[in-house]
């Protein structure tokens, strides 16, 4: 008898604007290079809205409770997104995503370590 693992689900996105100063993107399935290649481009579509004055984001908070799992170099991905978004006076801040974070290898975690996180989204937005 052979064993198949459950195929693991794309990685999709959603995007809401809780709060006008607030960008939420949440991501459901696999945090792969592809989708951390998306949210990197949509971190910096969001620092251009601000840039010409349509948009009033002061945070961008990645909701990644729904991720079943995620590569080393997505996170890479994710700390550069992080970099971006300091860099032009913006947080950026991981939601639910301890679970998976602790089965990644040590550097990835040590990037992890070092982003801005929160257990939930109402935790995020109660603090922001």
């Given at each position: 008898?052979?064993?198949?693992?459950?195929?693991?689900?794309?990685?999709?996105?959603?995007?809401?604007?809780?709060?006008?100063?607030?960008?939420?993107?949440?991501?459901?399935?696999?945090?792969?290079?592809?989708?951390s290649?998306?949210?990197?481009?949509?971190?910096?579509?969001?620092?251009?809205?601000?840039?010409?004055?349509?948009?009033?984001?002061?945070?961008?908070?990645?909701?990644?409770?729904?991720?079943?799992?995620?590569?080393?170099?997505?996170?890479?991905?994710?700390?550069?997104?992080?970099?971006?978004a300091?860099?032009?006076?913006?947080?950026?801040?991981?939601?639910?995503?301890?679970?998976?974070?602790?089965?990644?290898?040590?550097?990835?975690?040590?990037?992890?370590?070092?982003?801005?996180?929160?257990?939930?989204?109402?935790?995020?937005?109660?603090?922001?």
């Amino acid at each position: 008898m052979s064993v198949v693992a459950a195929p693991s689900r794309p990685g999709r996105l959603a995007i809401s604007g809780p709060r006008p100063d607030v960008h939420v993107i949440a991501v459901e399935g696999v945090l792969d290079p592809v989708v951390s290649t998306r949210l990197l481009r949509l971190v910096d579509a969001r620092i251009r809205l601000r840039r010409l004055g349509t948009a009033s984001t002061t945070h961008i908070v990645l909701d990644l409770t729904d991720v079943d799992s995620a590569t080393t170099s997505a996170v890479e991905t994710l700390s550069r997104a992080a970099d971006l978004a300091r860099r032009n006076g913006l947080g950026l801040h991981l939601v639910g995503f301890e679970a998976v974070a602790r089965h990644l290898p040590l550097p990835a975690r040590q990037l992890v370590g070092r982003m801005s996180r929160y257990p939930d989204l109402d935790a995020a937005l109660g603090a922001l």
